[in-house]
């Protein structure tokens, strides 16, 4: 009920920054009408200035904003939102051209006024941002610098777009309107210090020190870490941390998930797999080097779903805050049943396999583990193949009683496996995942 209300309060706040500055622009005497199609572009505008400001939010990590969403689904959000937003702003201009095709001379980013002008720089900088955003992997950008591009480029777009409401002038000739637009803008702006400077101030005084890099299977690693100084850090299972190493205002942060039970705070583990530039270093990193923690975020957890059992499905490192949660259930003592149905390539990519084979031992009830691999060995007489719905449907647990679905792993699989259940009758509501690409 409590996270409902939580959920409700702040979709209406963010409906009220995005229509309330349109509102605002009314009050105090608009200018005079100049027909229905001019005030509606004029309003398309301020609408996706608006909805752009409160991106810098979105996407600024503010646990209080995060927490009953799940920053994962924040960040998808923020996608689709974000899209919407610039196609909300290109509408502008292009009914005002639709209305007065001469207008069509101020859309020269060269030409016009510096009122045009502004605009238009404005716009491109803004659908520069949202191909950057699609065709970033196309493109071989890597992550890091497309997100320093595109935090520069929302932030060129957001200013120009404040000097092109002021310069085109009527809205905002009441000198209050022009500074609520600077302010309002500013502010957004500086939501996104918020992860740079004032998070990474706090990381500061709470350091960890790497305990231990150990391998668990091809390409996969356990980060062990523990506080310096102070007591840890309390996490829900199924959550995950952003990871930076020496510099707690380094750039290069990645997120991941807790492998550890969230019983233990004084020692925290991450499984982590080879991918790219940082998690290849892993390997090398040596015991002793300093690593700082943005955490936890994220909604995937046993803790949000209280139900009477689960049914976990898990692809590939996707394995990993399924693996927390696990923990913590045997840590705690939790009597519920619970059921893993785990999809890697080949044997040599089975994670943490003795680690499960030695819950399901302490499990006080029951615990179902079912391998499946895609290239199994010669011999091999677990499950093969991938996950499908005949497959979903054989492993389903019999007993009447209500079970929640928590999905993790690769994008393609979270979407089959999701779409198969739901033809198996699982409503939507008992269907969880956590998706480990945010862009
Ligand atoms: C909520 C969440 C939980 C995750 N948990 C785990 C986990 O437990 N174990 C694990 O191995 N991986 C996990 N990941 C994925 C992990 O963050 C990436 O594999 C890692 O950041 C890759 O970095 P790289 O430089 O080695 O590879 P790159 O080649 O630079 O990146 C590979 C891909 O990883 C993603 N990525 C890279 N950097 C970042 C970043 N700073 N922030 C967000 N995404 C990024 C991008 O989609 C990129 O295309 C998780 C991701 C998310 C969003």
Known sequence: MHRTLTVLGWASLYSILVVGPLVLMLIGGAPRARGFWIEFSMALG????????????????FKRVTAP?????????HRQVGTLAVLVILAHPVVLVIHEPAMLSLLNPAGGNWASRTGVWSAIALVLLVLLSNF?????????????GHAVLAMVAAGLAVAHVALIGPYVTAGWKFAFWTV???????????????????????????????PE????????????????LRFEPGQFAWVKMES???????????????????????????VGDFTRTLPAVQPGARVYLDGPHGAFSIDRVPSAGYVFVAGGIGIVPILSMLRTMIDRGDRRPARLIYAVRSLENLAYRDDLEALR??????????????????????????ITRELLEKHWPRERITRDVLICGPDPMITSVDSAFRHMGVPAARLHAERFDLV
């Open 46 to 61: 301020f609408l996706g200035l608006a909805q752009l400001v409160v991106q810098f939010v979105l996407i600024a990590r």
């Open 248 to 274: 707690p205002f380094s750039i290069d942060e990645h997120p991941f998930s807790f492998s550890s039970s969230s019983e233990l705070t004084e020692r925290l583990e991450f499984g982590i797999k080879e």
């Open 184 to 214: 309002f803008v500013a502010l957004g702006m500086t939501a996104l210090a918020y992860p740079r400077l004032i998070l990474p101030l706090c990381e500061k005084r709470r350091p960890f020190r790497v305990v231990e890099v150990r």
């Open 361 to 386: 031992l302490r499990a006080p009830t029951q615990l179902d583990l079912v391998y499946v691999l895609e290239q199994p060995p010669e011999g091999w007489t677990g499950e093969t193949g991938w």
């Open 136 to 148: 970033r992997r196309p493109l071989r950008l890597s992550y890091e610098r497309w997100r320093i």
């Open 217 to 232: 299977a091809e390409r996969v690693w356990t980060l062990v870490v523990e506080p310096v100084g102070h007591e840890g």
């Open 69 to 77: 969403y799940g920053i994962d689904a924040i960040m998808y959000y």
